[in-house]
Each structure stands twice: as C-alpha cells, then as structure tokens.
Nanobody, 129 residues
Framework: QLQASGGGLVQAGGSLRLSCAAS?????????VGWFRQAPGKEREFVTV????????YYADSVKGRFTISRDNAKNTVYLQMNFLKAEDMAVYYC???????????????????????WGQGTQVTVSS
C-alpha cells in the first residue's frame, strides 16, 4: 500500500513537501513512482514521476522549475517538494506506482494513470491567495 501525506494549507508563493511511503512492499528498481493531482471538477492530471532504480525524473510543464521529486531508498519513500505554489496547484495529490512490467520512457506512458497499479489515498493541498 502507498501512504501519501504532507498536504495542508499554504499561501501562494509558499512551499510544501509531500511524502509517499510504501508499506508491506518495498519499491523495486523496476518501478516508477509518480504524483498525480485532481482539482474539483477536473480530471486527474500527471505531475511528476521518478524511476526508482536510476532516479530518472519527468515533470509536467506546469510544475517544472517549481516542483522536485526525490526518493529515499532507506525509508522506501518518495518526496514531492513543491515551491512557489500557485492557486492552480490546489488539488488532491495522489502518489502511485507502476507494476514491474511497465517500463515508461515516453510521456504517453508515464503520464497516463492507467500505467499505475497502486495508488495512495490522496492528500489535500490548499493554496490561499
């Protein structure tokens, strides 16, 4: 199971760090661990992903330069550092991981929610202006 945490209320321009911890199973080198978000009335959208094995990362254009995904192998946890938050970043953030057989290197693959088979419960990020 994946456990997402770290959401909260922050002013525009502020920062938050989200965590995604795996319990029961560890992340393996073949998995990718990503973050998606969903705002009210909108579809779930890709934010960023990291390949657990080599640390390769991909970002949505909307968060490049502001968000950073990282991993801690010892803690079996993925982090999402979010800086310079904007009102449009407000959403429920979900972490997810791919099954070992899914090896994504294209946007179409890693940005699709269907590539992921395990999902956390979501954590709310609220940005006040």
């Amino acid at each position: 199971q994946l456990q997402a945490s770290g959401g909260g209320l922050v002013q525009a321009g502020g920062s938050l760090r989200l965590s995604c911890a795996a319990s029961g199973r560890t992340f393996t080198s073949s998995r990718m661990v990503g973050w998606f978000r969903q705002a009210p009335g909108k579809e779930r959208e890709f934010v960023t992903v990291i390949r657990w094995g080599d640390g390769t990362t991909y970002y949505a254009d909307s968060v490049k330069g502001r968000f950073t995904i990282s991993r801690d192998n010892a803690k079996n946890t993925v982090y999402l550092q979010m800086n310079f938050l904007k009102a449009e970043d407000m959403a429920v953030y979900y972490c997810a991981s791919t099954p070992p057989i899914v090896q994504c290197s294209t946007y179409v693959c890693y940005a699709s929610a269907r590539s992921y088979d395990r999902w956390g419960q979501g954590t709310q990020v609220t940005v006040s202006s």
